[in-house]
């Protein structure tokens, strides 16, 4: 689990150890919807004010960090029903249900 970003050097948490990963050229974070700000605040990156508040020194000020986020849920529906017939086939051939 990626713990923070410190610029160029990636602080990665496996299994109770510390690993600490660099990059030439950069890094691209995608740990979702939740877990992206997360780690982007916890690093520095964020609203300052806020950062400050939780006792995170901020390094950029990115007030839009870990706002405006929206849950896409998934809806499963399903039935059953009393006919061999698909649907499309029965509208297909004009007749009623």
């Given at each position: 689990?990626?713990?923070?970003?410190?610029?160029?050097?990636?602080?990665?948490?496996?299994?109770e150890?510390?690993?600490?990963?660099?990059?030439?050229?950069?890094?691209?974070?995608?740990?979702?919807?939740?877990?992206?700000?997360?780690?982007?605040?916890?690093?520095?990156?964020?609203?300052e004010?806020?950062?400050?508040?939780?006792?995170?020194?901020?390094?950029?000020?990115?007030?839009?960090?870990?706002?405006?986020?929206?849950?896409?849920?998934?809806?499963?529906?399903?039935?059953?029903?009393?006919?061999?017939?698909?649907?499309?086939?029965?509208?297909?051939?004009?007749?009623?249900?």
């Amino acid at each position: 689990m990626v713990q923070s970003l410190i610029f160029c050097v990636l602080r990665v948490s496996l299994d109770e150890s510390l690993l600490q990963l660099t990059a030439n050229k950069e890094v691209i974070l995608s740990a979702g919807a939740v877990n992206t700000p997360q780690i982007l605040l916890h690093s520095g990156i964020g609203d300052e004010i806020e950062l400050q508040n939780v006792g995170i020194a901020p390094l950029h000020s990115l007030p839009s960090v870990g706002k405006n986020m929206t849950d896409h849920p998934y809806v499963s529906v399903v039935w059953t029903v009393n006919s061999t017939v698909p649907p499309y086939v029965t509208c297909l051939l004009g007749r009623s249900s």
